[in-house]
Each structure stands twice: as C-alpha cells, then as structure tokens.
C-alpha cells in the first residue's frame, strides 16, 4: 500500500507586496505552483491513497482566486480515481459558527473525502480505515474524539490515523487557537500503522515513534523559516513502514553578510550566483551611525538585481558612544543622534550629515529595519 502524504499547502497566502506579470501577488503564485508540482507528481507515483492533513487554504474563508485554483486541481486529482482524504487545519476552520466550514465545497467529489466538524470520523476502504482528527478547539472535546478514535481501530485491517496538532511543544507554530495533542494519548501511535500529521512546516519523525511524521508544508508562510527544502511523503505500508520524502522546487531564500568594516571588500567578495529570482536577507553588521547614514537600502538592493526580494537588516557595532546614546533620557532620538554625529566627526562632515539627518528622521520613525 502506497500512501502520497502532504499537508499544509496555504493556498492563497500572500506576502512581500511583488506582483507577477498575470497581476497576482508573486508569493501567492509560488504556492499554486508548489500545489501543481505535488498534483503532477501524484499523476506519475500513481499511489493507492492520497491524504492532506490540513491547511489547505492559508483562510478559513479564501479568495475567489484561491477556491477556483483548488476545485480546478482536486478535479484533475478526482479524474485519477484515487481516494484522496482531507481534514480541515486551524487555518480551514471557522472560529464561529457563522462561518461555513471551506472544505464543504469537496462533498460531491466522487473520490475527495472530507473531515471537517471538529470531530473524529472515520473513512473506512476494503483493507484500511482512515482515522481523521481535523483541528479541534475544545480540549475537553479531543479526548472524547480521541477516545472514538481508539475505540475504532481494527486488528484486521491498516490503521492510518490523521491529525492536525502539535504533538509536544516543540511542533508549536505560535498562532491562534492550536491544539496540542495530549502526551497521555500517545501510546495509541503503537496501535496504527502510520500516523500522518500537519501543522509543523518541517518534514520529519516524531520523537521516539518511528511511524509518526509530519511531511511539512508545501512553501514557507513566513521568512523566518528558512528550510530551502520542501515537498510530501510517500509512505510505503507492507509488512514494514517505508518512508520516502519527494522533494519539490519552491522559490530559494539566501542569506548574505556584508562586513562594514571594510564595506568595499566585502562588497567585490560578495557570492551572488545562488541568488537568481530568489528572496535574500542581507545584514550589514559592524556599522557606525556615520557609515550607516551612506549606505542607503537601495544601494544593498542593487547589488542584486535579478533577486525576487531584498531586505536588509542593520546590525551596529557596539561602543561606548553608542552604550552613552541608549542612556540618554532627556532628550529626543534626533537630537541624541545628532549629538552623537557631531562628536564623532569634523565640523564640516557634522555640517554635511546634519540635514541628511534630519530628512530622514522627518520620514521615519526609528528605522534601521526595511523589508520592502
């Protein structure tokens, strides 16, 4: 039994303000693309089942664009008559009951089943049951619905069960309304044969169990994950568990340093091959205020011109003039900047930085962070 596990695809997510030439948000793009990928590869692995452990829309309630995308591509996956199971993701599920549920508009597909309601349902073939736990609010509610779930287990067939939690902690992802799934609960992953998560955006066993895996998402929701690898599991179920991570193409992120030290050097060293349409952080660290008032973003942008996105993040050199300016009470950021530039520098230099200054602080607020 082969099973083509994905999750957490994010479908309409946006991000960066960047727009492609069919006048969609660049990011929004590169995660149908991602989504394509996997649908193309399920057309050549030909798998048994397919499973999505949640989060197929970045909304409980997506754009017009994001839902046509997705009935567009699970038609093409329903064409295969392939069962193909989904269950509804933190991100899928309303957080009131005015809300429909967005995986409702699944329920006529003749081969996509859905698990949706906040509750335990089972989705049960010739050779295998699948236990689906969608995201859960109420905790007092999962145990009942975990309680279900292990009441159905059947020792003649394979049990494949599917979540959308943390499972510990450290698969916490920050946002609103997560559920963690209870430690106590966990000796039931022994009783299944594989157990298929989403939720944490890294692919990768769990803990001390070697049948449970989240496959991790599809493309990256926020910068801070900086995994240049993604894609979807293909989990082999015979008399052993074989587990095949497929890896797809997604839009590269790279980190740069440029040491302000000796700027110019660090500049003509600069490796800027990886970065061809990629999303790249540049820090220039060891700045002075006076070498930072030179060095404009623009400039840092220039140097890579065939980049989708470039950000850079200011790191200064710690000095004493610098520890004095973070004490100073009495009077404004301006004006202690100013006081610092003066002490720091000529007469002339001061008079030159002076209204380039105090442009700059008339614009902006405390910025030495620009992400656009």
């Known amino acids: 039994m082969k099973i083509l596990h994905f999750s957490d695809t994010h479908l309409g997510f ?95 597909f003749k081969n996509i089943y859905v698990s949706y309601n906040q509750e335990y349902k089972k989705i049960e073939f010739d050779d295998v049951i699948f236990h689906t736990l969608p995201h859960l609010n109420d905790d007092t509610k999962a145990l009942t619905q975990i309680e279900l779930c292990e009441a159905n287990i059947s020792e003649s067939k394979k049990n494949i069960m599917m979540m959308h939690c943390s499972v510990g902690a450290w698969y916490l992802m920050q ?22 998560l989403g939720h944490w955006h890294g692919f990768g066993s769990v803990g001390k169990y070697e049948n449970v895996y989240y496959s991790g998402s599809i493309e990256r929701t926020s910068l801070n994950d900086k995994r240049n690898s993604k894609g979807f599991i293909v989990a082999t179920i015979k008399e052993s568990l074989t587990i095949e991570y497929k890896e797809i193409n997604i839009r590269a992120i790279r980190q740069k340093e440029i040491d302000c030290e000796d700027y110019e050097t660090s500049v003509q060293n600069l490796d800027i091959s990886d970065c061809l349409n990629a999303i790249v952080e540049v820090k220039l660290k060891n700045l002075t205020p006076l070498g930072s008032i030179d060095i404009s973003n623009k400039q840092i942008k220039d140097l890579f011109p065939n980049s989708m996105s470039v950000s850079v993040k200011r790191e200064f050199k710690k000095s004493d003039t610098t520890q004095n300016l973070q004490n100073l009470e009495a009077i404004s950021l301006e004006e202690g900047f100013l006081e610092h530039i003066k002490e720091d520098s000529k007469e002339l230099e001061y008079e030159r930085l002076k209204p380039k200054i105090q442009e700059l602080f008339s614009k902006y607020e405390e910025l030495s962070y620009d992400t656009n």
């Open 175 to 196: 946002e609103f309304g997560e559920w963690v799934y209870p430690s106590n609960k966990e000796y039931i992953f022994s009783k299944m044969d594989y157990v298929a």
């Open 14 to 108: 946006n991000d960066l303000d960047i727009i492609n030439n069919e006048n969609i948000n660049q990011r929004e793009a590169d995660f149908y693309d991602a989504f394509s990928q996997v649908v193309e590869q399920i057309k050549i692995i030909k798998p048994d089942f397919i499973i999505h452990t949640g989060d197929l829309f970045h909304r409980s309630s997506p754009s017009n664009r994001a839902i046509t995308f997705a009935l567009e591509k699970f038609l093409e996956i329903d064409s295969l008559d392939i069962p193909c199971i989904l269950i509804a993701g933190n991100h899928s599920t309303p957080r009131t009951n005015l809300s429909s549920p967005i995986l409702r508009i699944f329920e006529n």
